[in-house]
C-alpha cells in the first residue's frame, strides 16, 4: 500500500515551458516533504522541500506547492531546461521515534526537448 | 568538500554468497541511513543510525541483512547467503539533523547483481 503516489511515471515538456510534477500522499501526519532529481548511475539530488507550515517554497526556476487539504504536492520547474531531464522523486519524512526515514515515491521521468 | 562516498559501485557475486558494502558518510554527519532500489521501484528504507542510539532496523527485510556503524563514520551493509531478489542498487545517505530541516544527502549507491 504507497503512501506516496506519483501518478504520472513520464513526463515531456518543450524547453522554456514550465514543467509541473505531482505527488500525493495519505497520511496526514507527515510534516516535511522533499523533491529529490537523479541522473542515471547516480545518487539522488536534494532539490527543495516544504514543511507543513507552509503551502510554498521557491528556489529560483523551482517551487513547490503543498495543499494538505488535497495532501497533495507539486514541483514546478519554470522556465524548463534540457539538463532538467531527470528522474524527480518526492519523499516525505515520517517520524518514527527519533527516526526521521524518508517515504518516497517511484518517481517521474521527465524529458525537456530543446 | 567531500561527499557521500559507497564502494563497490557495482557488485556481481553468486547466488548463495555474502556481500559486504561500503559508506563513507559526510564528514561530521551524525546520521546515516540505508536505502534500496529495485528495478522500477522507489527507494525502500532498510536501516537508520543516529549517533550512538540503537539503530533503527525496522527496513530489514530478513535476518540475512546487517549493518554496522563505528561511531559517526564508516557504515557497512552485509547481505548472507544473497538471493536473486537481492539485486538492486544499495544507496546510502548522510544527514545532520537540526531542528526541522534534515536534508539527506546520498552516495552514487551500489549495484548489486546476483546471478
Known amino acids: 500500500d504507497q503512501q506516496v503516489k506519483q501518478n504520472s511515471p513520464s513526463l515531456s515538456v518543450q524547453e522554456g515551458r514550465i514543467s509541473i510534477l505531482n505527488c500525493d500522499y495519505t497520511?496526514?501526519?507527515?510534516?516535511?516533504f522533499l523533491w529529490y532529481k537523479k541522473y542515471p548511475a547516480e545518487g539522488p539530488t536534494f532539490l527543495i522541500s516544504?514543511?507543513?507550515i507552509k503551502d510554498k517554497n521557491e528556489d529560483g526556476r523551482f517551487t513547490v506547492f503543498l495543499n494538505k487539504s488535497a495532501k497533495h504536492l507539486s514541483l514546478h520547474i519554470v522556465p524548463s531546461q534540457p539538463g532538467d531531464s531527470a528522474v524527480y522523486f518526492c519523499a516525505v519524512r515520517s517520524y518514527a521515534g527519533n527516526n526521521r526515514k524518508l517515504i518516497w515515491g517511484l518517481g517521474t521521468s521527465l524529458a525537456v526537448n530543446p | 568538500g567531500a561527499g557521500v562516498s559507497q564502494s563497490p559501485s557495482n557488485k556481481v557475486t553468486e547466488k548463495g554468497k555474502d556481500v559486504e558494502l561500503r559508506c563513507d558518510p559526510i564528514?561530521?554527519?551524525?546520521?546515516l541511513y540505508w536505502y534500496r532500489q529495485r528495478l522500477g521501484q522507489g527507494l525502500e528504507f532498510l536501516i537508520y543510525?543516529?549517533?550512538?542510539?540503537?539503530?533503527?532496523k525496522s527496513g530489514l527485510p530478513s535476518d540475512r541483512f546487517s549493518a554496522e556503524r563505528t561511531g559517526e563514520s564508516v557504515s557497512t551493509l552485509t547481505i548472507q547467503r544473497t538471493q536473486q531478489e537481492d539485486s538492486a542498487v544499495y544507496l546510502c545517505?548522510?544527514?545532520?539533523?537540526?531542528?526541522?530541516?534534515?536534508?539527506?544527502?546520498f552516495g552514487p549507491g551500489t549495484r548489486l547483481t546476483v546471478l
Open positions: 545517505a548522510s544527514s545532520s539533523p537540526t531542528g526541522a530541516q534534515d536534508t539527506q544527502y
Open positions: 497520511n496526514s501526519m507527515f510534516d516535511y
Open positions: 543510525f543516529q549517533g550512538n542510539s540503537a539503530p533503527d
Open positions: 516544504i514543511s507543513s
Open positions: 564528514s561530521g554527519h551524525t546520521a
